[in-house]
């Protein structure tokens, strides 16, 4: 295989995993062995992405909510002084990450935008002939290499 075909069976196998694809059957669809797929998936963040696409930023705002609450709880039964004092400085920490997610566009806002582009592209692709599948492979890869980028610094976005 020449690089060029690697580097299109890699893109494609990412974008089959972020769909919700099994890595034994992107393996078997893509005709690449499990251990290029296991390769690519570690060194390529794919386990992350995946899950960065799959929370949204106000779930992730509740499950912060939730966590702030069940330590108010714990620390009002305890009733320990100790405890009681660590936990402005722990509301604190938690408050302004939510502030932060509030405020700040970050890799999952990108890649819900990029996952509803795709779907849009992809309708728009049945009826105008423009709109071609190395088009849109294109795109994936540029939208791809974009978010890798941001996954290693996430502030710059």
């Known amino acids: 295989m020449t690089k060029a075909e690697i580097e299109r069976k890699k893109s494609l ?6 769909s919700g694809s099994d890595i034994s059957q992107i393996a ?11 390769k690519w998936y570690q060194e390529g963040g794919w386990k992350e992405a995946r899950a960065a696409k799959n929370i949204t ?4 705002v509740n499950k912060l909510l939730l966590a702030i609450d069940n330590l108010i709880d714990t620390v009002n039964k305890t ?21 932060k997610l509030d405020k700040k566009a970050n890799v999952v806002d990108a890649i819900e935008v990029f996952m ?8 728009q692709a049945s009826y105008d002939p423009e ?9 994936n890869k540029y939208q791809n290499k974009f978010l890798m980028e941001k996954m290693a610094s996430p502030s710059s976005l």
Do not use: C, H, M
């Open 57 to 60: 930023r106000p779930e992730l």
């Open 116 to 123: 509803a582009f795709n779907r849009w592209i992809q309708d």
């Open 13 to 18: 196998a990412r974008s089959l995993y972020l």
């Open 79 to 99: 009733g320990d002084p100790e405890a009681i004092g660590s936990l402005a400085d722990k509301l604190s920490k938690l408050s302004a990450t939510i502030e």
């Open 28 to 38: 078997e669809q893509i005709e690449v062995s499990r251990a290029s797929l296991s």
């Open 131 to 139: 709109i071609t599948p190395e088009l849109i492979k294109a795109i």
